[in-house]
T-cell receptor
């Protein structure tokens, strides 16, 4: 059982380049999230999804886009990378409903924009 | 939306001392879920505990214990007889049952010295 898998684990981009981070979960979870982690700031929510075909903005959505075409996948896109987007990105999934559980996290993607 | 505050930025202790991490949350939801996560130096996020707002029983699990006080909106976490392997960043998180967002505090870095 893989849980939550993020691809890639590391990436270096030049300013202005684009890329897509993939998050895949095999737990049939409804909710999926993208966070960024920066020193001293904890985890800040970028975008999230409450089900296939739905997305919503979190705290820091600017410069990012997301898509959830399939329930198991949640993609995070950077159309034109900026040095301020250098960060560690975490994806998480969570089952919905009354029988709530903890969020399961991927291993993180370390992105450097030069 | 929830707001989670971890006022302690860093805590340093000597092995075998107890460590208590503070967490204060703000929410408009009448029912909600509270979590503690651990992030060791390797970088992954490890789930530790989950607490429902409608269950105020405080528990102990091995060397971990938590104190949930709805009256003061606090959800403190204690490591008893700390060990070097407990050195990590600890995050408190909250999610309301009517809010899909999972909100994190800024984290507390715990260093346990031998």
């Amino acid at each position: 059982n893989a849980g939550v898998t993020q691809t890639p684990k590391f990436r270096v981009l030049k300013t202005g380049q684009s890329m897509t981070l993939l998050c895949a979960q095999d737990m049939n979870h409804e909710y999926m999230y993208w966070y960024r982690q920066d020193p001293g700031m904890g985890l800040r929510l970028i975008h999230y999804s409450v089900g296939e075909g739905t997305t919503a903005k979190g705290e820091v959505p600017d410069g990012y886009n997301v898509s959830r075409l399939k329930k198991q996948n949640f993609l995070l896109g950077l159309e034109s990378a900026a040095p301020s987007q250098t960060s560690v990105y975490f994806c998480a999934s969570l089952t919905g409903g009354v029988l709530n559980t903890e969020a399961f996290f991927g291993q993180g993607t370390r992105l450097t924009v030069v | 939306a929830q707001k989670v505050t971890q006022a302690q930025t860093e805590i340093s202790v000597v092995e075998k001392e107890d460590v208590t991490l503070d967490c204060v949350y703000e929410t408009r939801d009448t029912t909600y879920y509270l979590f503690w996560y651990k992030q060791p130096p390797s970088g992954e996020l490890v789930f530790l505990i989950r607490r429902n707002s409608f269950d105020e029983q405080n528990e102990i699990s091995g060397r971990y214990s938590w104190n949930f006080q709805k009256s003061t909106s606090s959800f403190n976490f204690t490591i008893t007889a700390s060990q070097v392997v407990d050195s990590a960043v600890y995050f408190c998180a909250a999610r309301g049952t009517n809010d899909y967002k999972l909100s994190f505090g800024a984290g507390t870095t715990v260093t346990v010295r031998a």
